[in-house]
């Protein structure tokens, strides 16, 4: 049996298999604790993507908080998410994630048999995508090699933000990966980028057995501040490290505390979002809407917007315009109540209204 089909024991799916009507699986990329990314064709888009699936029903929901805390974020050093989905005929049991492909390795294979001089500039690129992440006030929560993929020219990416959280008091149960949970959330201490600083720090200390040349001893003084126990004796910021590291990028700061914000929409996802919030107060049947004007007016990405601000309440299907194929969506749903359906047309006036 392949790894990845005992991976995803409970409802195993082939290569071949269509998500949504929209994306077809095609190999799978690798695999995590709770999930299985998977390289997929966009048959709308006609693009490659990465899908993540998770595996194991009983965690439903997890997806769509990862999408929330990574939704909208453009940075060289983070995975850009492109969508979030539940698939049509399996319903909630099956959330995925697509994201864009990193085409590359994760960073636990591409150390091996490094120098420290070639591993620095990986880590410095982890440090640029954590430091634009803080800057939103957002712990990325799961550093570790294996959530770093190193593109084929060298690029570090961070993926996997199933463990991210607002900066703050702790709350619920403490997410992260054994080892690299820094002792003061273990104790109920705040969330703030400190946290993700001890990760990093205690993945560059597990690298480096394996490497050629191990770091000089000014660097190594470093590292070990990184993984301080006592969160004082670490670093304050990103921007302080990537100074000792003497890496001469700058932390970049996300504009106006998102990046990638829709602008000069906020009329209509205000009334979109009042038209949902009466909507789910009447309990409501299901609901279409048409989202129609000439070509060029960006109403792919306000339909983008639309879906994911009514996602985290409700189930969203993204049709066509055709009546039918819309139709045929609704049946499988469990919940008739808690549908809401967004469309897209690219003609002037609707073809098929409410
Ligand atoms: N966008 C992507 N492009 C290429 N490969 C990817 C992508 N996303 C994930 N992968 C591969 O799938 C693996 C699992 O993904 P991810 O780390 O997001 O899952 P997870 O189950 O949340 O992991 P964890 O064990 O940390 O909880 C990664 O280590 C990587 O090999
Ligand atoms: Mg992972």
């Known amino acids: 049996m392949p790894w990845y089909t005992r991976v995803l024991a409970h409802d195993p799916l082939p290569p071949g298999t269509v998500l949504s009507r929209r994306y077809r699986l095609l190999e799978p990329l690798g695999a995590g604790g709770s999930s299985v990314a998977w390289r997929a064709g966009d048959l709308v888009l006609g693009r490659t993507v990465a899908l993540k699936l998770i595996n194991n029903p009983s965690w439903a929901g997890r997806l769509h908080a990862e999408f929330s805390a990574v939704q909208g974020l453009v940075h060289p050093n983070l995975v850009r998410a492109l969508d979030y989905e539940v698939d049509i005929e399996r319903g909630d049991a099956l959330e995925f994630l697509v994201y864009e492909v990193v085409s590359g390795q994760t960073l636990e294979r ?45 690029r570090g990416v961070l993926i996997d933000f199933g463990c991210a959280r607002r900066f703050g008091p702790t709350f619920g149960a403490i997410a992260g990966t054994a080892g690299y949970i820094p002792p003061e959330l273990a104790a109920g201490g705040k ?156 003609s002037e006036s609707p073809v098929w209204s409410k």
């Open 191 to 346: 969330i703030d980028g400190r946290n993700d600083l001890f990760a990093l720090g205690v993945t560059v200390e597990r690298l480096l057995p394996q490497l050629k040349t191990p770091p000089d001893g000014r660097m190594l003084r470093l590292l070990r501040r990184l993984c301080a126990r006592d969160v004082a004796q670490r670093p304050a910021t990103v921007a302080e490290v990537l100074e000792l590291f003497d890496d001469s990028r700058a932390v970049q700061l996300a504009p106006a505390g998102r990046s990638a914000r829709l602008l000069g929409r906020d009329t209509e996802l205000e009334s979109f979002e009042r038209e949902l919030n009466d909507w789910l107060h009447r309990g409501a049947r299901p609901v279409s809407r048409l989202l129609w004007g000439p070509s060029g007016i960006g109403k792919s990405r306000l339909l983008q917007q639309l879906k994911w601000t009514a996602q985290s309440r409700v189930r969203v299907v993204e049709g066509s315009s055709a009546l039918a194929e819309w139709s045929r969506a609704l049946r499988p749903w469990p919940n008739p109540s808690k549908r809401w359906f967004v469309a897209k047309v690219a």
């Open 110 to 154: 591409y150390a091996r048999q490094l120098s420290w001089s070639e591993l620095q500039p990986v880590i410095a690129d982890i440090l640029a995508g954590l430091g634009f992440l803080h800057a939103l006030g957002v712990a990325h929560g799961d550093v570790k090699a294996n959530n770093v993929l190193v593109t084929d020219d060298g």
